[in-house]
């Protein structure tokens, strides 16, 4: 299938600008500490999800609200410069963007985030109401839970209601009205923001595909057609109520597993749109993380369609 014939992905999200600075520790509470690195760049999930989507050949649109007092210009540019559409995007002049100030320890990897969501917090219903005909126009909808859940409701609402695909990817966990439920057509999730989600404790004993297959259980019978729980490097497992399939991943040098599972649904949603297979569609979806983890960064690690091998390559 061409590009030309797939249908459109309207990725409803936050964009952030992430400053990262690299340091041998963290600091303690009170210490200033040198720093040996400083990198800025566009961040969010919605926002990577529409660039790992747009770079494996989807027609993209985003719908966000975006705060133009700081970083608003370039975060729009930077979507614009990977193909996505940003013509249903707020600009608000009076508002900040989302920022994540990052702090990142050499020593083992571990980190420290302050996030200042800004205007991701305020996009409305009102304001997606507006981009009704570009939901409207959508094969697939994508939407995360960074930005607040009557947006997402009222994005879903429209989507069902042209006949797209709605894919929800249910992170970071919050509690989620049945009725939002009812318009989710894939539930996406990792295995810790499923237990969460479906209110088990996790246990190291039960293991790590049991543990999943219980939280699908519970999570389908909330009245969601599919759920999709990844596993890291233990992959995926689809679950609908009439069955479970397990999605081993592929077997890569883990460089950096940030942002593996917007890879990963930006990645599902793109396949979605080609009218992939549901099999299909998770297979690309994990070709695109398996390619990311190997490298460094978020964005900058998410692979272009003609750097997947086998069945993904597209003729174009
Ligand atoms: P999240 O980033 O939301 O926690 P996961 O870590 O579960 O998401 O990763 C999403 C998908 O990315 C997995 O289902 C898998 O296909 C792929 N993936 C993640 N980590 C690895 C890894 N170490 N090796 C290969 N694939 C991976």
């Not at 919050?174 to 295995?191: H, R």
């Not at 999605?247 to 040098?253: D, G, I, M, S, T």
Request: glycine share 10%.
């Amino acid at each position: 299938m061409t590009e030309n014939n797939s249908g459109r992905v309207v990725v409803v999200g936050s964009l952030n600008m992430d400053m990262v600075a690299h340091a041998s520790r963290l600091p303690a509470p009170g210490e200033t500490l040198a720093g040996e690195a400083f990198v800025m760049a566009p961040g969010g999930k919605g926002g990577n999800q529409a660039v790992a989507s747009a770079r494996l050949g989807a027609a993209v649109d985003f719908v966000a609200r975006v705060g133009m007092r700081q970083y608003g210009a370039e975060l729009l540019q930077a979507m614009q410069s990977e193909g996505i559409a940003c013509e249903a995007v707020v600009r608000d002049a009076a508002a900040l963007p989302g920022i994540a100030v990052i702090m990142v320890a050499a020593l083992g990897g571990e980190n420290a985030i302050v996030y200042v969501p800004g205007s991701n917090a305020q996009l409305s219903a009102v304001d997606v109401r507006a981009a009704a005909s570009t939901l409207q126009a959508a094969a697939v909808v994508v939407a995360q839970l960074e930005v607040p859940l009557p947006a997402v409701y009222a994005a879903f609402e429209l989507a069902r209601g042209a006949g797209a695909i709605t894919v929800l990817n249910a992170a970071p966990a919050l509690q989620l009205p049945a009725a939002l439920l009812a318009l989710t057509d894939w539930l996406v999730l990792n295995e810790t923001e499923a237990s969460q989600l479906a209110g088990l404790a996790v246990s190291a004993q039960t293991g790590v595909l049991p543990q999943a297959e219980l939280a699908a259980g519970q999570l389908l019978s909330c009245g969601v057609k599919q759920v999709l729980i990844t596993l890291g490097a233990d992959g995926a497992l689809l679950c609908t109520v009439e069955a479970m399939q397990h999605f081993p991943a592929q077997a890569v040098k883990a460089i950096d597993t940030v942002g593996a599972g917007d890879t990963f649904v930006g990645g599902l949603a793109a396949g979605l749109a080609e009218g992939m297979t549901a099999a299909d569609a998770v297979r690309l979806g994990q070709a695109a993380a398996a390619i990311a983890v190997s490298r460094s960064g978020v964005q900058s690690a998410m692979p272009h369609r003609a750097e997947l091998t086998n069945q993904f390559c597209r003729t174009v």
